[in-house]
């Protein structure tokens, strides 16, 4: 008796603090969530986010094109490229998916690679490059920069200095800085009338439901 006694207060108490702890924890997980960044509404066009936005996947069936602004010589980017189905398989239904050229200051290869795929599009040509660009097996270098360009039937030293590839590159890289991006990856989401920055790819499930 005196045991059973005794049992009932520990096994109430036991429950105050589990319950305790389960409201604490619930508060921090709600609290972190509400301090997540969150996608940010931009002023921008969607036309003038698309007009020249190079096409990975285009869906006739849907109004939301995601869009990348991205650095070839990005570790992220890369990651991204070899991975893109695990993190958008399941809104491919839902999206079309587009890229901007954003090659950054810090990395020296990546506007030489850039302008080959500005010159590989104006050929028709750019998906399978991208490919090879974004390999995790290719080291990105002068070397398989020039072998690239070989293959294309051009020069490496003659695409860095045409205007044409770097009119375009200069054009992409003006939108990204209007728009007031300054890393890679970045992502937006266009609809017909709105464009959002994404804080990050989660921010896909609320926006495209």
């Known amino acids: 008796m005196n045991e059973s006694r005794l049992l009932l207060p520990c096994s109430a108490i036991a429950f105050t603090i589990c319950g305790t702890l389960l409201w604490q924890g619930s508060r921090m997980i709600a609290k972190e969530q509400a301090n997540r960044p969150k996608a ?3 002023t921008a066009k969607p036309a003038d986010v698309l007009a020249k936005a190079h096409w990975l996947r285009h869906n006739s069936f849907t109004e939301w094109t995601l869009v990348e602004f991205f650095d070839y010589e990005c570790p992220p980017c890369r990651e991204f490229a070899q991975n893109e189905s695990t993190h958008l398989a399941k809104y491919y ?4 998916i587009a890229a901007h050229f954003f090659p950054l200051t810090i990395h020296p290869m990546a506007r030489p690679a850039a302008l080959l795929a500005e ?11 991208h490919q090879t660009l974004m390999d995790p097996n290719s080291e990105l270098d002068v070397t398989l920069l020039k072998k690239l360009a070989l293959e294309s039937g051009s020069d490496l030293a003659k695409i860095l ?4 590839p770097n ?4 054009s992409e890289t003006s939108l990204a800085l209007h728009l007031h991006l300054n890393s890679t990856p970045t992502f937006l989401l266009c609809s017909k009338t709105q464009v959002w ?3 990050r790819l989660d921010d896909l499930k609320s926006l495209l439901h």
């Open 167 to 170: 009119t375009l590159l200069d």
């Open 119 to 129: 010159n590989a599009e104006a050929n028709h040509n750019w998906p399978r490059l």
């Open 40 to 42: 940010i509404l931009l």
């Open 197 to 199: 920055k994404l804080a």
């Open 93 to 96: 239904d839902q999206l079309s």
């Open 161 to 164: 200095s045409d205007p044409q």
